[in-house]
Structures are given as structure tokens and as C-alpha cells.
């Protein structure tokens, strides 16, 4: 390094700037002490050297940062049971509600079949198999010298079946019982009629119960023309509600008309329902169906005497 | 670099970098900015940074970023006044002010060696990185920056 009169600013400078090494810069101070007029000029190069000041960023929160680490979820196998617990729980619990609604769909469809295959008559069912049983029950008990219709009710009688006298031979709208009688038993027809509806009155006039069927000045109206024997009974039907909201008479095809000299041989077996009536109020189903027997007029044994049936009935719902 | 260096480099380097930024644009906020602008980058490219160059990294974007602003926005151009703290009590001028305000009259890159070269120490090769000049135009040009630093303080003594 060669530092003299013509090249020591450059020298200086770079002594300022600390570009120098220790060498160069004892040279430049040997320099700078040989010529004392140059202080000054050394002096003012090194005012321009700027002085740090204190400056803080503030906040640096603003800068920091922070590792983003995943978070992650530790496998315990307690967990995994109990998830395999759940899952199994739940899968049980779905198979066993939908085996329920299976075999309730298929017990409704097999309702809504045997419905369907009786939509003829809605309550034919019911009135065979009610008149199978009375009647498989009144060929055991029935006596031989039973003779006209007999009234049958819904409810099991084991004992005594009533018998309905043809139309002809109940004076107004009676209806008469005969037949064995049994009181105090709980079998009685008459009973198990007046528990059916306690609008009926039992008749005690010459062994014979009558029942006396009211007719009011709200009879329904019959919906049915086949047959014009076919009488409402409001009470009966009803079980005491005045306005039943339907109702249905069916009445058997070859009764005996009324006023008419009808002959026996006319009268054929038939099965149905009477009259049926729907009632909202008490959610109920009232009516009664009937059965006609007929045999040959030549025939005087006990067995082919005609008979009527009939049978009450009350379904709620 | 890790998080860690990143934070070391916010705890050693933060201070510094918002100096050079204060006094080479004078504005607080802008200087705010720039720093965090900064930082982020550092942060964003923290993978390809090598922790011993993340101080330099620092001031390079700094600096461009500063560049960039001044030729947007003017302003980047020094005041010609002093602010009125910088007068003393008894009216007299400090040497401190009289730099300050001889620092406004240099051009923006002489003023940027000069802060890079006083404040943070750095060598001219390191400037030179710094600055994308080589080190022969930072030597000249830091050089050129002084003289005027003292022609101007010569001036206002033989005023004063």
C-alpha cells in the first residue's frame, strides 16, 4: 500500500469504512501522525460516519411464527372396541326394526288379501264362522220340537238359542224369542241381548221373549232394496247413538214377504248380513246377520224344520 | 432454515432492518410494512434460505422492495427541512441533525450504502450482494457519498 498527499482520501475512506486491514490501517494512522494538517480532513471524513440510533420494531409478535404441526389423533385400541361395539349395536338394532316392519307388511298384506277375497260381503267372515259355531252349538243343544226362526246372538250362547217367529206372527215391530229358557245361568239370550243393547225389552208372555225393536222417527234409511223385509232397528244398531253415520241392510234373498202367501219351499239357506251400521261417535260396528234353513215341506222331522238365525254383533274400533 | 432460525433472525434482525427502512424512506408505516413484507418472504421461502444468509436475504428484499416503492410512489424524496425535534433547545443544530439532514441530500442508492455500510457494518462485498452492485461500484460510489457528506457539513460550519 502506497499512501501519499495524492491518494490519501481514498486511504482514509476506506480506514473509515473499516475496509483495511490491521496493517494497512497502522500504515494509514502512521501516515495520518506524519501529517498532522491532515487530521482535520481525517476529522471531517470521519463526521460523516453515521451514528447508529435505536430503532425497535415493535410489535414483533407481528413476525414471529409458530411450526404448524399436524394434529394428530392417537389410535387407542379402547376406542376401536367401543367404535366395533357401537357399529354392531347399531346394525342390530336397524336388522331388528326392519324384521319388524317386514312382518308387519306381511301381516297387513295377508289382512288386506283375505279383505280383499271377502270385499263381496265385509263381514261374511265373521257371520260364518259366528254361524258355524251357533250353529254347530245349537245342533247339539237345539231341541227337536223347536219350530219357527230362531234368533241367534253374536255372543257365545251354549245353552239356549233363542227362535225368531216369522214376521207374520209378530204383531207391530216385534220381534219374538222362544225356545228353552234358562234364567240365573248368564246364558240367557235375553240377557246377552239386553247387555247388547238395553233398549230391548224381554216379553215373558206365554213362555215366549219378545223383543221389542223401537222405531223412532230417525229410522235410517235401508241401502239396500233387495229385500223389503229388512228392518232397522236404531237402538239395536246403533247401540243408543240416534245418527249412525252408516248403514248397510242386507237382507237374506227369499224371506218370507210380509202379507203374502209365501211358500215354505221359497225359502232358501242363505248367509248374510241384515244390517250393519257404522257409528263414528262410538266407534263401533252394530248389526246382524241371519240365516234361513228350509226343507221340504213333506218332511216333518225335527231336522229340516225352517229356521232363521240371527246373530248381533258389535265390533269397536 | 427452521422456525426457530426464522424466529432468531425476527429477534436479531428485526430492529436493524426497520432502521434501514425508517431512514431510507421516512416513513414509519412504510418502513412497517416493508419490514413485515420482508419477513414474510423470508418466511415463505424459509426452506431454500440458509440461516447464515437470512440477514442479507433480509435486506436485499428490503431494499429492492424499497426501490420498487420509491419509483411508485415519491415519497421516497427526502425533505429538505429539518423536522423540528431535530433543533436543539438553544436552537443550535446537533451534528447528529446536521448528518440526518446531509444524509437527505444524497441520492437514493448513495444513501442506501451509506446506512448499509454505517448501521448494519456491512463490507462492500456484502453491500454489493446486498445491492446487486459489484463491490468496485460500491467502493466508488460510497466513497462519491461521503465526500458530498462532507463538502455540505464543511458548508454549514462555515455558515454556523
Given at each position: 500500500m502506497d499512501i501519499n498527499r495524492n491518494n490519501y482520501e481514498t486511504f482514509f475512506l476506506l480506514y473509515l469504512d473499516k475496509e483495511l486491514n490491521a496493517a494497512e490501517r497502522m500504515e494509514v494512522e502512521n501516515f495520518l501522525s506524519a501529517h498532522a494538517d491532515l487530521q482535520k480532513e481525517f476529522s471531517r471524513l470521519q463526521h460523516t460516519i453515521q451514528r447508529p440510533m435505536e430503532t425497535v420494531f415493535e410489535p414483533k409478535e407481528l413476525l414471529y411464527r409458530r411450526e404448524e404441526k399436524r394434529r394428530v389423533i392417537p389410535v387407542y385400541w379402547t376406542r376401536i372396541a367401543a367404535a366395533i361395539i357401537l357399529i354392531l349395536a347399531g346394525s342390530w338394532f336397524i336388522i331388528s326394526v326392519l324384521k319388524n316392519q317386514k312382518t308387519f307388511i306381511s301381516d297387513k298384506e295377508q289382512t288386506i288379501a283375505s279383505t280383499d277375497s271377502k270385499k263381496s260381503h265385509p263381514v261374511s267372515g265373521v257371520a260364518e264362522k259366528l254361524n258355524q259355531s251357533d250353529q254347530k252349538q245349537s245342533l247339539d243343544k237345539e231341541p227337536a220340537q223347536e219350530s219357527s226362526s230362531r234368533l241367534v246372538s253374536a255372543n257365545p250362547v251354549k245353552s239356549a238359542v233363542p227362535v225368531y217367529k216369522p214376521r207374520s206372527t209378530v204383531a207391530g215391530d216385534q220381534i219374538q224369542y222362544s225356545g228353552e229358557q234358562k234364567s240365573g245361568d248368564g246364558n240367557d239370550p235375553r240377557q246377552l241381548h239386553q247387555q247388547v243393547n238395553p233398549d230391548l225389552q224381554i216379553r215373558e208372555t206365554t213362555g215366549e221373549a219378545v223383543l221389542v225393536m223401537q222405531k223412532s222417527n230417525a229410522t235410517p234409511e235401508l241401502q239396500t232394496s233387495l229385500n223389503r223385509n229388512a228392518e232397522v232397528a236404531p237402538g239395536l244398531l246403533t247401540g243408543g247413538v240416534k245418527t249412525p253415520s252408516l248403514l248397510i241392510a242386507v237382507g237374506g234373498k227369499n224371506l218370507p214377504a210380509e202379507n203374502e202367501n209365501q211358500q215354505l219351499t221359497d225359502i232358501q239357506t242363505d248367509n248374510a248380513i241384515s244390517v250393519i251400521a257404522l257409528n263414528d261417535r262410538n266407534k263401533s260396528i252394530t248389526g246382524f246377520f241371519k240365516k234361513l234353513t228350509k226343507r221340504t215341506a213333506?218332511?216333518?222331522?225335527?231336522?229340516?224344520t225352517k229356521k232363521l238365525r240371527v246373530s248381533v254383533f258389535q265390533f269397536s274400533y | 432454515m427452521t422456525v426457530e432460525d426464522y424466529n432468531d433472525c425476527v429477534k436479531n434482525y428485526a430492529d436493524g432492518l426497520f432502521r434501514f427502512m425508517l431512514k431510507s424512506t421516512r416513513q414509519v408505516e412504510d418502513a412497517r410494512d416493508l419490514v413485515q413484507s420482508s419477513f414474510e418472504k423470508l418466511w415463505i421461502h424459509r426452506a431454500e434460505v440458509n440461516a447464515v444468509k437470512a440477514k442479507s436475504y433480509l435486506f436485499t428484499i428490503a431494499y429492492h422492495t424499497m426501490i420498487d416503492l420509491g419509483r411508485k410512489n415519491s415519497r421516497l424524496e427526502f425533505r429538505e427541512t429539518l423536522p423540528d425535534?431535530?433543533?436543539?433547545r438553544t436552537g443550535q443544530p446537533r451534528l447528529k441533525d446536521l448528518l440526518e439532514k446531509a444524509l437527505g441530500r444524497l441520492n437514493e442508492r448513495q444513501r442506501s450504502l451509506v446506512l448499509l455500510k454505517d448501521?448494519?457494518?456491512?463490507?462492500y462485498e456484502e453491500i454489493a450482494e446486498i445491492t446487486g452492485l459489484n463491490g468496485t461500484q460500491v467502493k466508488v460510489t460510497l466513497h462519491r457519498a461521503r465526500l458530498q457528506l462532507k463538502e455540505w457539513l464543511v458548508s454549514v460550519e462555515n455558515v454556523l
Open positions: 213333506g218332511d216333518e222331522t225335527a231336522d229340516n | 425535534q431535530m433543533e436543539t448501521y448494519e457494518g456491512y463490507s
